[in-house]
């Protein structure tokens, strides 16, 4: 008798040898495929500036072992017969092995797009890196939650009770944790929306400072004494922010007042001394200057201009600035600055 056709579990061992040797071939092409592809793809990457091959090249990476050994295996099965139910059970094992791979797939495009983001949120702002980190990890899970779903869908278990049960466990969770979760939507809804970021001068009531960090739960900001102040992002979200970074232009109102005592002619030279002084000072527009009003002690003026930069200490310099010369040339001018007086008549009575 013929060794080949010797029968081992339902097929000769001809038939098993030739299953082997497709099996081999199988994978050593697939092995050599994969290498191949990966090289080219790596070249091309390096010579462009498009994302879709390093993502080919990513995916390449990730395509495991096990998965080429189940390709190989499952081309291999043709050629022997197998009972119906170990073909049954073979089948489902090949299409668990591709799912857990398509989930590797997945997970591999999930980090590149992560990365990638990362990179460039990191270099436009740093504080949305962590939100992204978490938006990864939570797509991260999402993924091999459904994977795990699909896993037990395939092996007969029923997910429709087990759907509901998460569903009812996660509404139980989330309640439990409405607050940290709160805090979670709204630093997303800070990332995505944006009404700071890190570096900005924000008041919030009667607190203001500059945004250091913008992490998960909270937002750092540095005061002007120099403490460091700790909002939750949700509290955060429902004060009213004052965000000075964002001014195209600081307008400024400030009045002043002279004796009653100054001449008209002096008055109409002040317009034009108040207007001259702003007009020559780098970072300002003028807007208007004018004699408002007869005060209880003096006579007051109006003055209203725009800084046009967004930096607070340079906003006091140019205020210094003009305050500082028109005190020079009301002196030079012989006019004189107001300051609440009061005149008491007395009168005798004569007998």
């Not at 500082?324 to 600055?337: N, P, S």
Request: proline letters at 1%; a neutral charge.
């Amino acid at each position: 008798m013929n060794i080949l056709e010797t029968v081992y579990l339902g097929n000769s061992l001809q038939n098993w040898l030739v299953a082997f040797c497709i099996m081999v071939i199988v994978f050593a092409v697939l092995k050599i495929i994969q290498r191949m592809a990966i090289r080219k793809l790596s070249g091309l990457a390096a010579a462009t500036d498009t994302q879709i091959d390093d993502l080919l090249v990513n995916m390449l990476r990730q395509t495991k072992f096990f998965i080429l050994l189940v390709v190989s295996i499952y081309a291999a099965s043709y050629a022997i017969i197998l009972k119906p139910s170990i073909a049954n059970l073979w089948q489902k094992a090949v299409v668990l092995m591709l799912i857990v791979q398509i989930g590797l797939w997945a997970g591999a495009g999930i980090s590149f797009w992560l990365d990638l983001t990362v990179k460039k949120r990191m270099v436009q702002d740093s504080s949305s890196a962590t939100t992204i980190t978490f938006l990864g990890f939570a797509a991260r899970f999402v993924l091999w939650t459904i994977v795990l779903l699909l896993i037990l869908d395939n092996l007969g278990v029923n997910i429709t009770g087990l759907v509901a049960g998460l569903g009812i466990g996660g509404i139980a969770v989330a309640l439990a944790v409405q607050n940290i979760l709160g805090d979670l939507l709204a630093s997303l809804s800070i990332i995505l929306d944006k009404p700071f970021v890190v570096g900005d001068f924000i008041v919030v009531d009667s607190l203001a400072g500059t945004i250091e960090h913008i992490g998960l739960k909270t937002t750092r900001i540095r005061s002007l004494s120099g403490e460091q102040l700790i909002f939750a992002n949700n509290d955060l979200l429902k004060s009213r922010i004052h965000n000075y970074k964002r001014m195209s232009e600081r307008r400024v109102v400030f009045t002043f007042g002279v004796v009653y005592q100054t001449t008209p002619e002096k008055l109409i030279l002040i317009d034009d001394l108040v207007q001259n002084i702003i007009e020559t000072q780098q970072n300002t527009r003028f807007d208007r200057v004018h004699f408002k009003e007869f005060g209880d002690s003096a006579l007051n003026f109006e003055v209203v201009y725009f800084v046009n930069n967004q930096d607070y200490n340079i906003y006091m310099d140019i205020q210094q600035a003009i305050n500082l010369e028109i005190f020079r040339r009301f002196r030079e001018e012989d006019i004189e600055f107001a300051y609440p007086t009061q005149t008491i008549l007395i009168q005798e009575n004569k007998k």
